[in-house]
């Protein structure tokens, strides 16, 4: 069999449009019960609003597969660059998307922000699409967060993830996280996110 090559590298401007497609193929799976709308609508929302700007100077890994972007990482950490983003007009988001839908999406945002300390490298989200995972990349991009916080000296890796989500969980207990805090979901959570509640992981470095 051919022996893919995954090639672990940081974001640049050109890989926008595909870095957003992976990204949502995780941001959707907890969007779509807010927006009661597909994949597409959602997209150009976070691209709209700037929820992710295009340019950027650190914080999101890809995985590079024969030239497709194959897995995204987003990474938080104290002092972060990032560029201004470009986002629309609040009146012209209003008037394409419907102030309901946006206020919707805004709260599920402000579900996931978590605040980092000092010592902490923050997974916000980590992505493989559909037609490359069970492959090693989820595992490949892991090392590359382990790289990154060593160089940055920080202690520790955090993430959350859904309890029903049981792959990414077992993925991330045998690469050494434990969990450290369970919060369970509001009913409406749990309808929103078809899950009863979402765990808090560490890996000490
Ligand atoms: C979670 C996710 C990023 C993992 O990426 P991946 O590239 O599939 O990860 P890997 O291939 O490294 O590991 C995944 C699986 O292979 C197994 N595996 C990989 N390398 C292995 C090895 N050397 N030995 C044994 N098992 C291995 C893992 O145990 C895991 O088991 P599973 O097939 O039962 O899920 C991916 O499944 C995904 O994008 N899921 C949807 C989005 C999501 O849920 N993200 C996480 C939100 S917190």
């Known amino acids: 069999m051919h022996i893919m090559e995954v090639l672990i590298r940081r ?19 907890k969007m779509k019960h807010y927006t009661k709308k597909g994949i597409d609508i959602n997209t150009s929302i976070i691209k709209d609003t700037g929820t992710i700007p295009s340019k950027l ?3 999101i890994i890809v995985a590079e597969v024969e030239g497709s972007i194959a897995g995204v990482v987003h990474l938080d950490f104290i002092g972060k660059k990032v560029k201004e983003a470009e986002k629309m007009s609040v009146l012209k988001l209003v008037k394409k998307y419907g102030l309901v839908r946006l206020l919707r999406v805004r709260k599920m ?10 010592d902490e490298l923050h997974v916000h989200g980590i992505v493989v699409s559909n037609r490359f995972r ?8 892991f090392k590359e967060i382990e790289n990154i916080a060593e160089k940055k000296n920080l202690k520790k890796i955090t993430l959350e993830v859904l ?11 045998r690469l050494g996280f434990i969990d450290v ?9 749990q309808q929103y996110f ?9 890996k000490k470095l």
């Open 11 to 29: 974001y640049e401007e050109k890989d926008f449009i595909e870095m957003l497609n992976v990204t949502m193929e995780l941001w959707n799976l």
């Open 163 to 173: 309890d029903s989500n049981i792959s990414a969980y077992n993925l991330y207990k």
């Open 109 to 118: 945002g402000k579900f996931f922000e978590h605040k980092v300390k000092e």
């Open 181 to 189: 805090a369970k919060s369970v979901f509001s009913r409406q959570q």
């Open 194 to 202: 078809k899950s009863n509640s979402h765990v808090y992981m560490m």
């Open 134 to 141: 069970s492959m090693g990349i989820g595992s490949k991009l």
């Open 57 to 59: 100077n650190e914080g």
